[in-house]
C-alpha cells in the first residue's frame, strides 16, 4: 500500500504508534493539515507581518532603518545603522560603523598587493579588475611564472596565488610548465623534494640535478664506466592532441648518438601514447631512442656489454607499436 499522504513510497509502521498508512512521521504530521496548508500559510504569514509592523510602529530606529531598505525586516535581528561605502558609494547596513560594504570589504585586503602593482583606485572594484587583467597579461602573453611575478612586483607567492586562484585563473599543466621554463631557458627548481632527486657532479666534473631513483641508477653506472653523456640537453618539439609540445631528453650520448629514456611501469602505462610521439620526433632528428624500465635498468648494472650494445643501437629497450 502506497503513503497516504506523499502517494509515493510503501506505508510502513515506522513506530508503535503509527497506524501503519504513511511512509514516515513528516507524512503522517502533514497529512491533516494537507486540504488546507495554503489557508495555514497565509494566515501564519498575516500574523507574523502584523507583530513586524507593531513593533516598527513601536521602535522609531527600527521605523527608519526598515524605510531605507525597502519596507524589509526579518523579525528578532539586530538593530542595523546605514552607511555608505567609501569604496563603491553603495548604501549598506551594519551594527556598527564601516567603511566598506560587505563585497569591498572583502578586496580591501589586497590594498597592499594593490599598492605594489601600482592599481589602487579609489573604487576596489575596479582595483581588483586592473589586477586581475595585469597578471593575466605578465602569466599568459609575457609567459612568466608565478615566482617571477612576485619577484616583478615584490609580493609574497601566496598572495599571488591565492588571489588568481579567487577569481577562477587556471594555471599551466605541470607539462606546460616545464616546456615553458626550457623554452625560455630558465632554471627548474625542484622545492618539494618528495621524489628521489638531488644534485650530482659527474665525473667528468658537470653538475646535474636528477630527478629519480631511475635517473641516478643510470648516471651512477655511466659515472663508473666513464661514458660521457648529457643530461637533459636536447630538445625535440612535437604535436600531441593538437598542441605543440616539447620532449627534453633524459640522457643523449653524443658517441652513439643515442638517447636513453627512462620510465617506471606506471608512467609507460600512463603515457604511452606520447611516448610514442616523443620517439618518433627523436628518430625525426636522426638519433635513435631508448626507452629504459625497471628490467632495462637492472640488466645496465649487472652486464656492461648490455649497455654497450644499447650505445651502439643494437638494442631497442621497451617498445611500443608507433
Known amino acids: 500500500m502506497k503513503c497516504k499522504n506523499c502517494n509515493e513510497k510503501e506505508a510502513?509502521?515506522?513506530?508503535?504508534?503509527?497506524?501503519?498508512?504513511?511512509?514516515?512521521?513528516?507524512?503522517?504530521?502533514?497529512?491533516?493539515?494537507?486540504?488546507?496548508?495554503?489557508?495555514?500559510?497565509k494566515k501564519v504569514s498575516e500574523k507574523l507581518k502584523k507583530i513586524s509592523e507593531n513593533r516598527i510602529k513601536n521602535d522609531s530606529?527600527?521605523?527608519?532603518?526598515i524605510t531605507?531598505?525597502?519596507?524589509?525586516?526579518?523579525?528578532?535581528?539586530?538593530?542595523?545603522k546605514s552607511f555608505i561605502c567609501t569604496s563603491c558609494n553603495n548604501e549598506f547596513f551594519s551594527k556598527s560603523k564601516k567603511n566598506y560594504c560587505s563585497e569591498c570589504s572583502k578586496i580591501s585586503r589586497r590594498k597592499k598587493m594593490f599598492k605594489r602593482l601600482n592599481v589602487l583606485e579609489r573604487n576596489l572594484k575596479e582595483s581588483k579588475a586592473k589586477a586581475i587583467l595585469l597578471l593575466e597579461k605578465d602569466y599568459f602573453l609575457e609567459e612568466l611564472s608565478i615566482p617571477q611575478i612576485c619577484e616583478k612586483y615584490g609580493l609574497i607567492l601566496r598572495t599571488v596565488w591565492k588571489f588568481l586562484v579567487d577569481n577562477g585563473i587556471k594555471f599551466?599543466?605541470?607539462?606546460?610548465?616545464?616546456?615553458?621554463?626550457?623554452?625560455?631557458?630558465?632554471?627548474?627548481?625542484?622545492?618539494?623534494?618528495?621524489?628521489?632527486?638531488?644534485?650530482?657532479?659527474?665525473?667528468?666534473?658537470?653538475?646535474i640535478f636528477y630527478r629519480s631513483s631511475y635517473e641516478k641508477r643510470l648516471i651512477d653506472v655511466f659515472d663508473k664506466n666513464k661514458i660521457i653523456y648529457l643530461y637533459e640537453k636536447k630538445r625535440f618539439t612535437y604535436y600531441f592532441e593538437g598542441e605543440e609540445k616539447t620532449y627534453i631528453s633524459d640522457f643523449y650520448f653524443p658517441k652513439g648518438n643515442i638517447i636513453i629514456e627512462s620510465k617506471n611501469k606506471y608512467l609507460q602505462k600512463r603515457?604511452?601514447?606520447?611516448?610514442?610521439?616523443e620517439?618518433?620526433?627523436?628518430?625525426?632528428?636522426?638519433?635513435?631512442?631508448?626507452?629504459a624500465g625497471e628490467k632495462e635498468i637492472k640488466k645496465i648494472e649487472e652486464d656492461v656489454e648490455y649497455l654497450k650494445s644499447i650505445l651502439n643501437g643494437k638494442e631497442t629497450g621497451v617498445s611500443f607499436e608507433s
Open 279 to 291: 620517439k618518433k620526433s627523436v628518430r625525426n632528428s636522426g638519433m635513435l631512442f631508448f626507452l
Open 172 to 207: 599551466r599543466n605541470f607539462s606546460s610548465s616545464v616546456s615553458l621554463t626550457y623554452k625560455k631557458g630558465r632554471n627548474i627548481s625542484c622545492g618539494n623534494n618528495t621524489f628521489n632527486s638531488g644534485y650530482h657532479t659527474t665525473w667528468y666534473g658537470k653538475k
Open 12 to 41: 510502513i509502521k515506522y513506530s508503535k504508534y503509527s497506524t501503519g498508512e504513511f511512509c514516515c512521521r513528516e507524512c503522517a504530521r502533514a497529512y491533516s493539515t494537507k486540504n488546507k496548508r495554503t489557508e495555514i500559510n
Open 68 to 80: 531605507k531598505n525597502n519596507g524589509k525586516y526579518k523579525s528578532g535581528t539586530s538593530i542595523l
Open 271 to 277: 603515457d604511452r601514447d606520447k611516448i610514442i610521439e
Open 61 to 65: 530606529n527600527i521605523q527608519n532603518v
